[in-house]
């Protein structure tokens, strides 16, 4: 991670392109940082793919298409945040796709039943589900069960209290939250795109500038080193599963606001983690812990977005997208093997 | 590191003489330690002298990573005492050793090869500008510490899994050192090292030792070639220390018998094989 940080903020004196063949210098340079900067690949295979669609049909780049792709983005993008956080940290979290319907139930549950104000009503969701995201923890650090059981297991419990306690039925959005509350926390336009973009820049700048994401690349990368150079090695992996049940809640109730009713099928169960999942993996973040890039989670949900997006319009079989979406996978982490052994070896 | 090197000059220090206990940089008492039924350490005594490099060898099993990683508060031990400089010590865990000037060098190497040079040396330790990693200062500081150490390490930026085994163990060295440490202890040193990298180790040792502020106790398999730097030799066998002579008065020959003796002591106690 820190070299693909490092390297474009260092100002490195053996660098400079010499002034005679000054260009081929400074294309050899944009070659290497390509290589060496994990983003780089999936933003060209994003911008592409806007180029392609938008050929294809004229109305791609249209307002209105640009909201659909925004909306379809920001959400999913924020738990892949969460999701990044934890495959960092050497683990995963697939309950948080429960804990984005849960969390607009537990708001309008305080709102509606116990007459919390709004603004409380929706920190009060929050915490709660930092809350389920501690549990989590705590069992996979404490317990010493792996992540994959431990959030599996909890997806299915909080699934059984979704529909339990909604009765399997949809409920309404509070009353109190209609008007600047919803349209600013996710039923305007551009809310969610926006709040998504706030979000990966701060966790960006977490991952890559401070301690926190230092120690959590430490936790993935080596465990053991970690623990022995004195790393509270528990609090670093439970405070990560509770950023992303929090992060996870946080675009539910977005989600929520948006699509205007409380929906105990709200994102669809697995399809929330396996999305992020996917979002994260096509970004180049590798599954054995150590590294990851927030920026490139975010391009990968985006692609995945347009692609979606792109064969709707131009009126390709929508059922292919699955197709392309394991494509991509596979095709993104075979690239990342190749990759990172080209960094490893001499050239970077 | 530099004003230890500025102060070798003038006062080289000789293989210090067995002095009074509490001039004893570290002491450990009929300590023991096990693992369920497992009887690691059973009643270890050691003495480590200010300023003195002590080897500790042993064969497998002997229950050296145990010693170790109880000295540094690892594993707390389940009878015995531990001072430092006299006084008693109940390390609580690794941060509590470090925080009374005890520091490990693992054998299993606690870097992380994610993460750049710089970022290794200050692991858990790191300058901060809240809420930010003070990046600039640490890479700056990692540079002058490498320097003034005499290690060559061409670039701080580069990730430590580009490194070459003796550069990963001279970084996670000069890591502890850096963090004031007192009393180092190396576990296996010269692991996984060529003649000329484990060399350069050995020199690094032999600069902490007339630098005078740091204790050093290097746990080695291969005995033979650490054995050049140390003041003392020390051997644990089934958890006890059974063996502690100066350097000087000891040879590899020696040390080589007394754990083939063991060996060929362990064999004739089986009935032999058909």
Sequence with gaps: ?348 | MSEALAGAADAPQESPAPAASTSDALRVEHVAKSFGGVTALRDVNLRLGRGEVLGLIGDNGAGKSTLIKTICGFHQPDAGRIFVVGEEVALRSVDHARSVGIDCVYQDLALVNELSVFHNMFLNREKVRWPLLNNRAMRKLARQHLASMGLNIPDVNAEVAKLSGGQRQAIAVARSVYSDARILLLDEPLAAMGAKEGTQILDLIRDLKAGGKVSVIIIAHNYAQALDVCDRVNVLQHGQITFDKRRADTSVEELTELMVAEYRASRAARPPAV
């Excluded at chain 1, 549950?109 to 389920?132: C, M, N, Q, T």
Aim: hydrophobic share 50%; with cysteine.
């Design chain 1, 1 to 348: 991670m820190s070299e693909t940080v490092e390297v474009t903020q260092r100002p490195a004196p053996e660098q400079q392109p010499a002034p005679a063949n000054g260009s081929r210098r400074v294309l050899s340079l944009l070659s290497d940082a390509f290589l060496r900067r994990r983003e780089a690949s999936i933003l060209l295979v994003a911008v592409g793919l806007m180029i392609y669609f938008q050929f294809s049909k004229s109305n791609y780049l249209s307002k209105s298409n640009l909201i659909n792709l925004g909306q379809s983005t920001g959400p999913i993008a924020i738990v892949a945040v969460g999701i990044v956080l934890l495959l960092v940290a050497g683990e995963i979290d697939l309950s948080v796709g429960m804990v984005f319907a849960f969390a607009p139930f537990l708001m309008h549950f305080a709102i509606d039943f116990y007459s919390v104000p709004v603004i409380p009503g929706i920190l009060l969701a929050l915490l709660i589900s930092a809350g389920i995201g501690f549990i989590n923890g705590f069992i996979v650090v404490k317990l010493r069960v792996p992540s994959f059981v431990t959030t599996l297991g909890s997806f299915y419990a909080l699934q059984g209290i979704v529909l339990l306690t909604s009765h399997a039925y949809p409920a309404e959005v509070p009353k109190a939250a209609e008007g600047h509350i919803r349209t600013w926390l996710g039923a305007g336009n551009w809310a969610e795109i926006s709040w998504c973009l706030v979000i990966v820049a701060l966790f960006h700048v977490v991952l890559t500038r401070t301690r926190w994401g230092l120690h959590t690349i430490a936790v993935g990368g080596n465990l053991l080193g970690a623990t022995e150079a004195g790393i509270k090695v528990s609090r670093i992996k439970i405070g990560n599963f509770m950023i992303t049940s929090a992060l996870g809640a946080f675009a539910g109730i977005m989600e929520a606001f948006r699509v205007h009713t409380i929906d105990p099928n709200l994102g669809g169960g697995t399809q929330i983690p396996f999305t992020a999942i996917s979002a994260a993996v096509i970004g180049g973040t590798a599954l054995a812990g150590g590294s990851g890039t927030m920026i490139g989670a975010l391009l990968g949900m985006f692609v995945l977005a347009e692609l979606q997006d792109g064969f709707n319009l131009i009126g390709f079989n929508a059922n292919g997208i699955f197709l392309i979406t394991g494509l991509a996978i596979l095709a993104s982490m075979i690239a990342n093997q190749y990759l990172s052994r080209l960094r490893r070896t001499g050239r970077a």
